[in-house]
């Protein structure tokens, strides 16, 4: 049997996404997925609220995306968010804790990327993001593929959803019943699905617009400028 799991997968607890935990598993199972890693940027706050909202088959993995001093990475299986440090101490970081490490959208250059250390990475991570829904560039996906491949790495995949609409675009496919996260470590994983969302970026301007101008008038207004 093949399962499918969204490795990357944000909630409104990152300052990206306006989505709340609820419509996340909702999402999910609409999506027809196995389970989730929710991966908000270096926190776990809303895990156990996806967990709470998720039917007891959705799989709900506890998870981060790390600002490292380069790029971005997926720890997966934690308890705690890994320090906003430099790639290989993260790596280090989520190992102690008995998680996986996998380098998100590696090679975007159009976000936060990695261009020093490439070999002590592969030596070091356990799995490569190759397929990530929001590499609006073709070549990106494909330059993680092409590391992978020749590090021989896992390749795993991920929709990096902002929003409702996007989960589930892009997956990893497991074709036994062990864990998640045994499988991405012992390469007995898959990516598939969609790349080159354009629309999505779009939708996270907007929201990060909408934000910031709602930050700006409740300082305005705290401050007096406003009050009548």
């Known amino acids: 049997m093949t399962r499918r799991y969204d490795l990357q997968v944000h909630t409104n607890a990152s300052p990206c996404s306006s989505t709340p935990p609820e419509r996340v598993a909702e999402a999910a199972v609409d999506a027809g997925l196995d389970g989730i890693a ?10 156990d609220a996806v967990r709470d909202a998720a039917p ?3 799989e709900v993995i506890p998870a981060v995306e790390v600002t490292t ?13 890994p320090p906003q440090t430099d790639p290989l101490a993260v790596v280090d970081h989520v190992h102690e804790q008995g998680g996986v490490a996998v380098l998100s959208h590696p090679f975007d250059t159009l976000r936060q990327y990695y ?7 592969a030596d070091a991570v356990d799995g490569v993001e190759t397929v990530n829904s ?14 992978a491949a020749a590090r021989d790495l896992p390749a795993t995949g991920g929709s990096d959803a902002h929003f409702p609409m996007e989960i589930g675009r892009a997956y990893t496919s497991v074709e036994d019943d062990g864990s998640l996260v045994d499988a991405v ?11 080159r969302y354009l629309s999505g970026h779009v939708a ?14 409740g300082t305005l207004t705290s401050g007096g400028f406003l009050r009548r």
């Open 38 to 47: 929710v991966t908000d940027h270096d926190t776990l706050a809303n895990v």
């Open 56 to 58: 007891d088959d959705l």
């Open 115 to 121: 261009e020093t250390d490439l070999g002590a990475l």
């Open 134 to 147: 929001r590499c609006v560039r073709r070549r990106f996906n494909e330059r993680a593929a092409a590391y």
């Open 204 to 217: 996270t301007k907007l929201h990060q617009l909408r934000t910031a101008s709602g930050r700006a008038v």
């Open 69 to 81: 001093t380069e790029g971005h990475l997926l720890a997966l299986d934690v308890a705690e968010a």
């Open 185 to 195: 470590r012992d390469g007995r994983v898959r990516a598939s699905g969609r790349g």
